[in-house]
């Protein structure tokens, strides 16, 4: 009885989440929940890679012309890791940053699924977000200004954030950009406020004056707004360059090219069909040569797929045509513990053990190779995760989901349910 009501709780937990956002059952209506804890979100939809859902593929030229050879290298990793911090901030999942070299030239490839804001994306990359304060000096209102030019920088920048003016002026509401000082930063700017107390300070980035407030008081808690005529796309552009910071090397876009997600959605739709195939198969397979274990088996794997979908949503997994196929294997691993243990069982009634005891010592004396034969695909997909890059690591990452989640189905819930039934 025990053993029914875990599973009716499980697959409830998994229709919760993998049920569209809104259900409609006649007269009813289910709202899936959003899952909110205070260290992450989840909206449990899945998310889908570059080849399913489309987006932008970018492809730079890294200029190491002003550098030595020596220091090539680690310059363009450096900005390699900046483009890679820029794009997380623009929240792109599975996206793929890396370099190309050809003799003494790099290449950075750029790889955006689902990008809705394309201009807002290739400014965010590409912006070198230098932040300089200057001191504004003027003798009459008529008067150019001159500037002179302050130790500090966006070098002493620690964080960047989007807010809205809270202030009663005209401006109130409209976005503006947080800035927050590192120790050293906000020692210098409480100085540099001090001594300009009257008088503007004016805030440059990239040479260009984004806006010259009069400093009222010192400020000496290291915090400070940037002001303008901001949209929330602006604020939130300059916000992440801010953050992430000049890149080390200048890039140069040399192609850009859009990807539609019908041939993903037609891959998507065969490779179901596949997948459904050989599922019907495996049902048909089992059932044939084990009988009543392989029904109980099939209803397993059925458990397996909720279970292993609803993780892919909870993680979250990026799913693309790979990955797609690291879970369609993974299900014909997820049976193959079932028919060793059901041969072990097989040859422990020929050897005059009782049905139960069978079954007992079936699944003991099959553990060693069911675990041997897993660990060895964990090893070799950890690998693929460790080494690989975009498409490679989702094929990994589902796969070693699927290979756990196939332990706990096979192992588990189908030695529970022949004790149920006492098969």
């Not at 290739?122 to 500037?147: D, N, S």
């Not at 009257?198 to 407030?213: C, E, M, N, S, Y």
Request: aromatic share 10%.
């Amino acid at each position: 009885m025990r053993t029914v009501v875990f599973l009716f709780v499980l697959f409830l937990a998994c229709f919760t989440i993998l049920m569209p956002s809104t259900l409609h059952l006649g007269g009813l209506t289910l709202y899936r929940p959003v899952i909110r804890t205070p260290f992450f979100t989840r909206d449990l939809n899945f998310k889908l890679g570059l080849d399913l859902q489309g987006g932008s593929h970018l492809a730079y030229d890294i200029d190491t012309t002003q550098i030595p050879g020596s220091d090539w290298g680690q310059a363009v990793a450096a900005t390699v890791a900046n483009i890679e911090r820029r794009v997380n901030l623009l929240g792109v999942s599975e996206a793929v940053v890396q370099t190309s070299q050809a003799n003494d030239s790099y290449r950075l490839i750029v790889e955006l699924p689902g990008i809705s804001d394309i201009n807002q994306a290739l400014t965010t990359i590409g912006a070198t977000a230098i932040l300089e304060f200057k001191q504004v000096h003027q003798a009459t209102p008529e008067a150019q200004p001159e500037f002179t030019a302050t130790d500090l920088s966006g070098a002493d920048l620690k964080a960047a954030t989007v807010q809205f003016d809270q202030s009663q002026a005209a401006s109130a509401g409209r976005p503006v950009v947080a800035i927050e000082f590192t120790p050293a930063g906000a020692q210098k700017f409480s100085q540099i406020t001090k001594s300009s107390i009257g008088q503007r300070l004016a805030i440059f980035l990239d040479d260009q004056l984004v806006t010259a407030p009069v400093v009222q008081e010192e400020i000496s808690d290291g915090k400070a707004i940037i002001s303008g005529d901001f949209t929330v796309e602006a604020a939130t552009g300059l916000a992440i360059q801010l953050t992430a910071g000049a890149l080390p090397l200048p890039i140069h876009l040399v192609s850009q090219k859009n990807i539609g997600a019908t041939l993903g959605s037609e891959s998507v739709v065969k490779s179901l069909f596949a997948a459904v195939i050989g599922l019907i198969f495996i049902w048909f397979f089992m059932f044939a040569v084990y009988g009543r274990k392989g029904l109980l088996a099939n209803i397993a794997l059925t458990f397996y797929i909720f279970i292993s979908l609803s993780f892919f949503k909870l993680i979250p997994i990026t799913l693309t045509l790979a990955g797609i196929a690291g879970f369609v294997l993974s299900v014909g691993m997820a049976v193959d513990a079932n028919v060793l243990i059901f041969e072990r069982i097989r040859e422990e009634q020929r050897w005059g053990r009782r049905p139960q005891a069978a079954m007992e010592l079936g699944f003991l004396r099959a553990w060693n190779s069911v675990r041997d034969s897993n660990a060895s695909s964990l090893i070799t997909a950890s690998l693929l995760f460790w080494f690989g890059t975009g498409s490679v690591r989702g094929f990994a990452l589902t796969l070693i989901v699927g290979i756990l989640v196939s332990l706990f189905t096979s192992i588990t819930i189908t030695r529970a349910l022949l004790r149920t039934w006492n098969l």
